[in-house]
């Protein structure tokens, strides 16, 4: 499995996206440090009206198939660790209409790696026979 550097990350926008800003690089725990990186933007988002939230999470899921089909064709596996984008969708959908307090982000940020990492029936389903871009992203908004 080939690692992408920074300076690629750097050079090319559609792979510094799904790579989550960079933080998909982490050798340790990349979709909990993905997940974690997309705090601070659902902090952003908290603020808005909930129609704005949920259109901008619709449309990041929606860009996130083909980041993470790009990501994946690019590097030559699929569903590559480092790929955060659908950590980052995920957590903006599972978060949507809460209120922002630390608390609630906590537990969402918990509730969510939790289903994310464990995969119960129907995720694992999804995570096996679907594949390319849509099947990276499927699993994580089922999570």
């Known amino acids: 499995m080939r690692n ?4 690629e990350l750097a050079s090319d926008p559609r792979l510094l996206l799904a790579f989550g800003f ?5 050798a340790i725990t990349p979709g909990t440090l993905g997940t974690l990186a997309a705090v601070p933007i659902y902090l ?12 901008l999470t619709l449309l990041s ?12 064709q690019r590097l030559g596996v699929h569903d590559h660790k480092g790929i955060v984008w659908d950590e980052f969708a995920g957590f903006w959908l599972a978060m949507l209409a809460v ?8 537990t969402g940020f918990v509730l969510f ?3 994310d990492m464990l ?17 990276i992203m499927f699993d994580d908004i089922l999570a």
């Open 4 to 7: 992408p550097g920074i300076a």
């Open 22 to 26: 960079g933080s998909g690089l982490s």
């Open 44 to 55: 952003l988002l908290a603020k808005t009206p909930l129609w704005l939230y949920a259109s």
């Open 61 to 72: 899921a929606v860009i996130g198939v083909h980041l993470c089909s790009y990501a994946s």
């Open 119 to 135: 995969k119960p029936w129907p995720i694992s389903w999804v995570d096996k026979r679907i594949h390319g871009g849509f099947g």
């Open 99 to 106: 209120p922002p307090s630390w608390q609630n982000i906590v």
């Open 113 to 115: 790696r939790f289903f």
